[in-house]
DNA sequence: GCCTAAGCGAGACGGTACGTCTCGTCTTATC
DNA sequence: GATAAGACGAGACGTACCGTCTCGCTTAGGC
């Protein structure tokens, strides 16, 4: 077995610096939203080096991506009760939401940044989608194989059917879904995707 | 009837200069995109002054959406055929094929943007989604009062189910959708919505 | 005897924007001085269109130096009551108290300004010191003619000699002359003139 | 004895940044003059930083002052050689000559832009001035105490008398001095001061 | 208990964009 | 035909942020 060799000479890479970054990462989003999020300001509040945050991530929006995942992720958690369609359901529902606050408008700033940035779409699915679009995928195809839902389509359309609009109407600068409008969705979808 | 009043003491503003400033910056976000935009660029390349640009519109942001919102209504022209089904669908397919290509990317990214600048909801809405929407909205709601739609659903919503899925696959750092995949979930959502 | 035919068809020279903008420079002067002066904040304060500004004058410093050299002109009158002596006398402490005022300190910026600017020698020569250094000039060589000065020494450099050091002081950054001191300076040169 | 503290956190303060921009203002001045002087010109050719030249000098003259301080302060040196009378009438003589030349032309300059500048004052007495007065200030203060010259003016205006008409020639509008000139004014104050 | 190496904060660096201002010119409708 | 109003291209203003760099200080393992 190699064996992992985590020391080394010389002063150990600092996990404090890395948190507080992350942590004042956070505060400026919620504060300013990703228009209005720096670098710069990261370090002053933060008071980490700017070369010791360049050296954890490779731009300020794999900082903000990261930093922002942690709310992203921890807003909706992801469920698999045996029922898909209530599942999947409730999945819709609260994501709803979540892009209905501050923190979801902060999101979905980040989301069109990602489309353009170095690794972008690396960061954002990583951070934003990877654990709940893979856990969710794990879900209808359970509920494919239950006979809880049809098969004919593609789970990865089935999951971008469901929460696609939620995130259209936002970018849209329409407001955003309210829970019967989401539910009204969500039933819509699920009743085409019906066994 | 109302007198338009076209003309004023000075010298009128330059259409020339206007022009100019939104090919250039159309140009410039064909490069670059919006994370590369300048007014500056804008400004350099177009030989238009800086105060000419702020005077037309209030940021960069309104420009190079302006600038790219031609693009963006120029690329899927809405229908109206009688057929409300097909042409709902030739409409996702179609859309599905800009938001593919280079200029959806932009696009993308624009839309994220204006979430957070300042009147970016008004200046998407208006430039990106207006016209078509409001035609769209007219085209489910014939299709409606002619049975060959559903009505238990907001036609509003019916517009969000039908075209979300396509933007949400850019924003999740996936592969956008191809021909068959928009046509798959075209077909899915228009059964949902079956008379 | 020949018709001076001073109408043309049209609309005639308006005496008045000259005279307005010449006022509104004046007090933009008296208010900011040189170093805030623009033409631009003449024209809105006078009503009178740049076009015409520019049509009068060729600068914004030629239109300053004009309307400043009202002032500088003003401030203290030429004399010359017989006696050479007192006159020199008495206009070196009336031309220190100019300097020392607030009128004096624009005056300087504009005199540093015209070593560089198109026609600067020119412009501060005519509306600063022309008639009055020939006025002075001719006071001298009365003086000289009369036997109250004494003639060895060119009655330019006389002029020099004796204002000279008023100005002097000021772009050292010191303060003023007071009254006596500018006494006892016009005292010791004219000692040294003596016949 | 106080020790001197040298060293701070952080990067220091680049001196051959701040000796680039210092030479390409004096460069930038000599081309152009104050008036064609500006700070993003400055950075252009010296390839420094505008953050870096704002953070040397508080403002475009200070940095113009310092540039040009030292031709001003290098193109006649102080002296001191016992005989008080012929000191002051060589530094005299050496003064017109540097003012006939194309450095004093934008001294004059900046010492007119100095009487409104932020700090002007300060800035031209300590760059300019500074040392030259305080040095002929001794040489004159010598003079009267071995008898060289009279005492019954202030030093001073000592200074004013036998300088103030170089420079006030030069705002006149008028050809500088030339060397008799000069020299015939030095003798008819020198004269007046006659112990 | 030193020595050496690497990470640390602080912050200066060159570069570039921001949005505003002024320059001197121009193009209208009005007088 | 001269005017005021005001838009125009050009480019400077002083500030902010980017990502890199250079300091002195700190913290570890190796000797």
Redesign the pocket.
Known sequence: MVEQRT????????EA?RV?ALGSAAELLDERGWAG?????VARRS??????I??HWP??FALAVQAWGERVTQAVPTLNSGDARSDLYDQVVRLAAFYRSRSGAVAVELLGAGVSAESGAELIAEHFFGARRTATLALVRDGIERGQLGGELDPQLVIDALFGPIVFRLVNGMPALTDSEAAALARLTLRALGA
Chains 1, 2, 3, 4 share one sequence.
């Open positions: 020391s080394r000479r010389g002063r150990p890479v600092s610096s507080a999020f720096s670098v710069d300001e008071r980490v080096g700017k070369a010791t360049y050296k731009s300020g």
